[in-house]
């Protein structure tokens, strides 16, 4: 029986814990360019309503498949569209990127809001989840990893891991990553030698906002098949994940499966037998105080790119 | 000097004039036959009756303190974004004392239930402060998880309260069929002395009480402080140049608490004056921030970060929010008005960039001859 528990907590962690990581892994292209980017709650929410919208309003006419990959287009699209507007704010015109960023979450919830209103009639978006795949092929029949990976789960999991796979190798690997963490470190070096600072920390920007709005649509759909115009706040979440994860893309793979399995908690702590029976309110709250206290400690030698947040301006190089 | 200040509070306007714009055409894609008599709700509905005005004023109270929370922070160089956590924290306390310490005399009761926000207000303001000041942490970053610390602490201690061995020390103020607190005792209200009577469309009156004048007062000590006092100026030459500002011998990190503290102490009150009013308001249990802290945000930038200028800012903010309450007669949700917030916000970002060009079209328009270069 206690095994079940586990299998099914690993299970939901995935479900929790994917989101988180693309999302973090938006927020450090972001900031590993040098830009703040606490928006990205309000991408992942617009992100998610386009792409359930998208979804309901295909899932008639469509099979499961296509349409999810339509959606996973829409949701993307949807937060490059959003982020262009934090990257011009944040880049071209050297405006405060926090108050974007602000800007930005409260338009993302009530547009989402608004919106739904309009085209449903309430705030709720419906959708059917066509998307659960029972046992993935082989894989799921393998003992014990195949129940804790390839049971009860979804393509965009895979989907999710494969990205972060993909963007630390970007990041790490390519002449692209290298000079996309230089302007964050060191835009007026990084310009020295020829480097676009502008068009660098725009990809990253985009990039970020491609991610979250993903995630906005990956972290909706294995856990509801009602959409209300919220993502619970997993944006922030996500930046503590990042911050926990001390901006590497290991680490944060951790940080994330460690946040996703409180929320797991939190949300059936009453089922698991073992767990003492507290509020799963302070289930909640242990990832934003792990991480204050995370901050306290490091920040004297953080792991932070030294000129986040800082608008680059060429006159003053 | 004093042209800067026409271009600041011309750009504030032009900010708000985009805002609404971009509304309206929003209400155009939604429906058009209903936009404008929808929109004219919004331009004039808060004025329509001494009511609506008082109304307007009632809501305007707590936005005016959490604003005055974030300028306050940015007058001192600091980013305040946990104006949400520290108005959900005094909240909590006000409401507290106002459902449970019903022993006390009304006023003392009342009195306690400010006194109470404020304090616990600055107390967790003073969590960022402090991580700032000795371990050099991003008090933005740090206010982003204080938010949400509150947001859980407050929530639980509603539903759950706390006990200790089988004893409360803090009761649950939890009303299980609205997911709400308790409703507050008519006699925890803050009184109104009689603007009632004035704010009054002869049939109901407004909720109106004497928070809106304690903003008000807030407001005007807050700029005393800053702009008539050298411990202001000390705070705010932390803001301009902290090196320079330690050159001259000013202890930083002691200021950075202080601020932080006092930022708190204002979002706290604003949490007080909130829920202690006869509305009936009680504060609700779902896992959300609260929204007062980040309109703080706009209130603050729109009023250009001038305490005085945030009395008036916030009262528009809200007069904005009325009208858009009563829009939905209309068939459009309020969410639009959050929209229009959420496009003034973005815009105030870059006000100073606005000024900017208000200032050389200005310059340009004196003096026609004199290009410069």
């Known amino acids: 029986m206690t095994l079940e528990i586990f299998y099914l907590i690993i299970q939901q962690t995935m479900f929790f814990m994917v989101p988180l990581m693309i999302v973090a892994l938006g927020g450090l292209f972001s900031e590993k360019s040098g830009v703040i980017n606490i928006a990205l709650e309000g991408k992942m929410i617009m992100g998610a309503f386009s792409g359930i919208i998208v979804i309901s309003m295909f899932q008639e006419s469509l099979p499961g498949l296509p349409i999810l990959l339509i959606a996973i287009l829409v949701s993307v699209l ?197 767990l003492p029976n507290i509020s799963g309110h302070f289930y909640r709250m242990i990832p934003y105080i792990v991480t204050l206290v995370v901050l306290a400690f490091t920040s004297k030698n953080t792991a932070a790119p030294k000129a986040l947040g800082e608008v680059y301006d060429k006159g003053k190089r | 000097m004093k042209k800067e200040g026409l271009a600041d509070i011309l750009s504030s306007i032009l900010v708000v004039i985009i805002g609404l714009l971009i509304g309206l055409m929003i209400l155009f894609v939604s429906d058009a036959e209903q936009a404008l008599p929808a929109f004219n709700t919004i331009l004039t509905f808060g004025f329509s009756s001494m009511r609506n005005i008082g109304d307007v004023l009632l809501l305007a109270t707590p936005v005016i303190l959490t604003g005055l929370s974030v300028a306050f922070a940015f007058k001192t160089g600091l980013f305040n974004i946990g104006a949400s956590g520290q108005f959900t924290i005094g909240s909590f306390v006000a409401i507290y004392i106002g459902v449970e310490f019903t022993h006390l005399p009304p006023a003392l009761r009342i009195l306690l239930a400010i006194v109470g926000a404020a304090v616990a207000g600055g107390l967790w303001g003073a969590i960022p402060g402090l991580l700032k000041a000795f371990r050099n942490v991003n008090e933005v970053i740090s206010s982003i998880m204080t938010n949400y610390i509150a947001m859980f602490l407050v929530n639980f201690l509603i539903m759950n ?168 007669v209309f068939g459009f949700s309020v969410q639009l008005i959050e929209m229009v917030i959420s496009i003034i916000i973005y815009f105030c970002a870059f006000v100073s960039l606005m000024k900017l060009f208000l200032m050389d079209k200005s310059t340009r328009f004196m003096k026609p001859k004199e290009e410069s270069r």
């Not at chain 1, 405006?95 to 809001?113: D, E, H, K, L, P």
């Not at chain 1, 070096?189 to 600072?197: E, L, M, P, Q």
């Open chain 1, 78 to 274: 949807t937060g490059i569209v959003v982020s262009f507007f934090h990257a011009y704010a944040a880049i071209n015109l050297r405006a405060n990127q926090i108050i974007s960023g602000t800007a930005i979450n409260m338009f993302g919830y009530a547009f989402a809001v608004y919106f739904a209103r309009i085209l449903t009639g309430t705030q709720n978006v419906h959708f059917v989840n066509q998307f659960r795949i029972e046992s993935v092929p082989l894989l799921g029949s393998i003992p014990v990893i195949g129940r804790m990976f390839f049971q009860n789960t979804y393509i965009t999991t895979f989907f999710g891991f494969f990205l972060m796979a993909v963007g630390s190798f970007v990041l790490y690997k390519t002449k692209f990553g290298l000079r996309l963490r230089a302007c964050g470190e060191h835009p007026g070096a990084a310009d020295s030698v020829g480097i676009n600072v502008v068009r660098m920390r725009y990809a990253g920007v985009l990039i970020s906002g491609a991610l979250a709005g993903l995630g906005g649509l990956v972290f909706i759909i294995p856990i509801s098949t009602i959409f209300s115009g919220s993502v619970s706040g997993y944006g922030f979440l996500a930046l503590a994940v990042l911050i926990f994860g001390g901006w590497n893309p290991i680490k944060i793979i951790f940080a994330a499966f460690f946040f996703g399995l409180l929320q797991t908690i939190a949300a059936g702590h009453s089922a698991i037998d073992f």
């Open chain 2, 161 to 328: 309260g706390l006990s200790f061995r089988g004893r409360y020390l803090l009761n649950p103020i939890f009303d299980q069929g609205r997911g709400t607190t308790t409703r507050m005792p008519d006699s925890s209200v803050l009184p109104n002395f009689g603007l009632q009577n004035i704010f009054t469309d002869g049939m109901r009156s407004s909720h109106i009480n004497i928070g809106i004048i304690i903003a008000i007062v807030t407001a005007i000590i807050i700029y005393i402080v800053l702009e008539k006092t050298a411990f202001g100026y000390e705070l705010k030459a932390c803001g301009f140049n902290k090196d320079a500002a330690k050159y001259a011998g000013i202890n930083q990190n002691r200021n950075i608490v202080i601020s932080m503290v006092i930022c708190g102490v204002l979002a706290g009150l604003g949490g007080a004056l909130n829920y202690l009013v006869g509305t009936g308001l009680s504060m609700s249990t779902v896992d959300v921030l609260a929204p007062e802290g980040f309109m703080g945000i706009s209130v603050a930038f729109l009023g250009l970060n001038n305490p005085l200028g945030i009395i008036f800012s916030g009262t528009l903010i809200s007069y904005l929010f009325l009208g858009g309450t009563r829009m939905q």
